[in-house]
């Protein structure tokens, strides 16, 4: 068993983040989960604690990824209390796919961007000194294989693609990355998991080049569908198309068996968070695989082309610093 870490984890209180907290709960490791509020995030940990039967109550703290200055508020009360993390885990997103209309954070920006992508930006660029003071720290960012074009995923609807990033604009809300007018859920969503590896990707590299690298992963859990009563993920989905999610839901688990359990997702998470196995320093990309109805294999993974782009990494991590009021760091 590893040895005991403190995890920061973003969307435990369901879905894959609920069950990885419960699994590094019960395994002796501390926790603190960042909800949308206090309520929520100790609600959560009880929870936690139930399930695993054993461990350290986790702490809570409320950060809600959609509010820029909350994602501050949430940082400033961590940073003073100084306690080091050893493993910061970029876990929380959310999807609306089928939505016509788009929705926005509390600075306007589209939803799905700025939660899975500006608010974990963000929150990460205030946590580095915490995690920079941790045992062996490690950076864990919850993408999907559906930002490639080539995957199964990718190919469905409209292709994530960052374009020129011309919809990032300082002080403007950003409605698509690329800039375009019209405006396309399921393309939002792809787009914000790409900017999630390109992240991971350009935070390794600076920690390289500062002579500080650590373990970056990006990882894939893939398709995973929670059961319908549960919030999380999928509640944006379910309010904009809930008849159309559960026709796909009942396709891909029961007929096609495409899916993932809630449960194994969240241990893979877990060990990547903890296990030796994943402590070798720089980026790396981890994808669950379908081989077969039922088969699934965990596996690094080339991320897609555009995923590769070093100077679109370089240019999406300071255009982000840009948006959420940081300064970006030198290359």
Known sequence: MAAARHILLTGGNSGIGFEAAVVLCRDGHRLT??????????????????????????AAEAC?????E?????????????????????????????????RRTAQGHELSFGVNHLGHV?????LRPLLAAGQSPRLVVTASEVHDPTTAGGKVGAAAGLGELAGLQPGQATLMVNGTDGFNADKSYKDSKLCN????????????????????????????????????????????????????ALAARSILRLTE?????????AALAVDDA????????????VTAPCQHVFE?????????????????WEASAALVGVEADRP
């Open 64 to 68: 809600d990824l959609g509010d820029l």
């Open 122 to 126: 963000l929150l990460a660029h205030q």
């Open 197 to 248: 590896v390109l992240f991971a990707r350009e935070f390794a590299r600076r920690l390289e080049a500062q002579g500080t690298p650590y373990p970056v992963i990006a990882w894939s859990p893939g398709l995973v569908i929670p059961p319908t009563s549960e919030g999380g993920f999928w509640r944006y989905s379910r309010q904009s198309n809930e008849l159309g999610q559960r026709l796909f």
């Open 70 to 102: 909350s994602v501050r508020a949430c940082a400033t009360a961590l940073l003073a209390q100084a306690t080091p993390i050893d493993t910061l885990v970029l876990n929380a997103g959310l999807q609306y796919a089928g939505a016509s209309e788009p």
């Open 278 to 289: 994943y402590a070798a320093g720089g980026f790396s990309y981890h994808c669950n695989r």
């Open 33 to 58: 989960l960042l909800c949308r509020d206090r309520v929520t995030a100790e609600a959560a940990g009880r929870r936690v604690l139930e399930r695993a039967g054993s461990g350290t109550p986790p």
């Open 261 to 269: 359990s809630v449960e194994n997702a969240g241990a893979l998470l």
């Open 300 to 316: 690094p993974t080339a991320t897609s082309t555009e995923g590769q782009d070093a100077d679109l990494a370089r240019r999406l």
